[in-house]
């Protein structure tokens, strides 16, 4: 894993080289919080908020989910914000009508509580060019999925878990002849994307802005691209939480989206927590 630039105290640990973190102690029991408008919350979307997909397109958010993530909008006052790997028009088409501050492509791109657009300029030509390499090198590979976005490819191997080492050496080989690059290696996934603001970045970005601002930080993630927003949280004394097993520097964990889920029910409202619970049970 490639990391960017990082501050605090925990970001000492990660280098450009490193394609994991150290692993700590996380906590497996949550704490009970108090007043929910006293925090802001980001949330990674894939292996978070839903199961991860053999293919990315393949996601379908449910009106359960729409309507938890509203419930939690309201319940901290508005500070919430989705902090992806995927395209922002893309996290926006997966949750329409709901609209959210987001950042996309892990930190690439960043949408701000106030509707404005933060993004470095992109040339969109470098991401065709590698993306057809991409798609030649595995035209013949079934089940390797060449996905584009806006200033990344990424090549999934979900499907075919015996070609992660020759993803690895086809996106190696592209960072050898451009030092605009960086590689980021996720859950069955590796990922090309032009240099620029890592999910710390963008978490440390919207706590300088209301609604965020004072608040203290709630990150939850699951894949190693969210160690620098876990790294950023514990360094204002926040709360990191990791789903799933895996080295981390996340000070809590809990085992899946749906533990998660019900420790964020939590901070809602009780009539808030009745119409969730309502339905979930009319969707069954």
């Known amino acids: 894993m490639k990391w960017l630039a990082a501050s605090g105290d925990d ?4 280098d450009r080289s490193a394609k994991a973190p150290t692993e700590l102690l996380a906590q497996p029991d949550l704490p009970v919080l108090g007043d929910p408008q006293t925090y802001c919350i980001f949330l990674d979307f894939d292996g978070t908020l839903v199961e ?3 293919r990315p397109e393949d996601v379908r958010i449910d009106p359960t989910m729409l309507q938890f993530l509203e419930n939690l909008r309201d319940a901290s006052g508005r500070a919430l914000a989705l902090v992806s790997g995927r395209d922002i028009g893309v996290i926006d088409r997966l949750i ?3 609209i959210l501050p987001v950042a996309g492509v892990h930190g690439l791109q960043r949408r701000d509580a106030a509707g404005r657009l933060h993004s470095p300029i992109i040339d969109q030509s470098i991401v065709e060019a590698i993306a057809a390499e991409a798609a030649a090198a595995f035209r013949l590979e079934p089940g390797v999925v060449i996905e584009k976005k806006t200033g990344a490819v990424a090549i999934h191997f979900r499907l075919r878990p015996d070609f992660e080492k020759p993803c690895l050496a086809f996106a190696r080989k592209i960072l050898r002849t451009r030092s605009d690059l ?14 620029g603001s890592d999910k710390g970045a963008v978490v440390d970005a919207f706590l300088i802005e209301r609604p965020f601002k004072g608040k203290t930080p709630i990150f939850a993630g699951d894949d190693a691209t969210d160690e620098p927003a876990f790294a950023t949280v514990n360094a204002r004394d926040g709360l990191s939480i990791k789903v799933g097993a895996g080295p981390t520097v996340a000070r809590f964990c809990v085992k899946t989206i749906h533990d998660l889920r019900d420790w964020l029910e939590g901070l809602m409202a009780p009539e808030q927590r009745q119409a969730n619970a309502r339905n979930a049970i009319g969707m069954t």
């Open 182 to 195: 960086n590689l980021i290696e996720g859950k069955m996934v590796c990922e090309i994307r032009l240099s």
């Open 96 to 98: 329409h009508p709901l």
């Open 52 to 54: 991860i997909a053999d």
């Open 11 to 14: 970001r000492s640990m990660f």
